[in-house]
């Protein structure tokens, strides 16, 4: 599967960004999708992930200010973030696995991956 993301960018703290992802070479609404980020010295994490029951999980941080979402029929996944903070600075990428999100792409076993998208937040 080929995922190409967009819209990152510079925003300042406190502000919004919406991430987009579209996927091609695979039967789109079968895949777990979903969103990692790594930080500059810091390891690739996972942000949240949005099963094909449109299932969500995120991790802590960004519970209650990120959104995961998908359009099946335009094969594209989102990520709004909003509330913006410093600590969400990082290379965003998304990722895609056609088997149950907890069962592999939650735990980092991946099937494709995205070039990544740069998000910096700033004060």
């Known amino acids: 599967v080929d995922l190409v993301e967009t819209g990152g960018g510079s925003v300042q703290v406190g502000g919004p960004l919406r991430l987009s992802c579209t996927a091609s070479?695979?039967?789109?609404?079968?895949?777990?999708m979903g969103w990692f980020r790594q930080a500059p010295g810091k390891e690739l994490r996972p942000v949240a992930y949005?099963?094909?029951?449109?299932?969500?999980n995120y991790t802590d941080s960004v519970k209650g200010r990120f959104t995961i979402s998908r359009d099946n029929d335009k094969r594209t996944l989102y990520l709004q973030m909003n509330n913006l903070k410093p600590e969400d600075t990082a290379m965003y990428y998304c990722?895609?696995?056609?088997?149950?999100?907890?069962?592999?792409?939650?735990?980092?076993?991946?099937?494709?991956w995205g070039q990544g998208t740069e998000v910096t937040v700033s004060s």
């Open positions: 990722a895609a696995d056609p088997s149950q999100c907890t069962l592999r792409l939650w735990v980092g076993y991946v099937s494709g």
């Open positions: 070479g695979y039967t789109y609404k079968y895949l777990c």
């Open positions: 949005i099963d094909t029951d449109g299932t969500t």
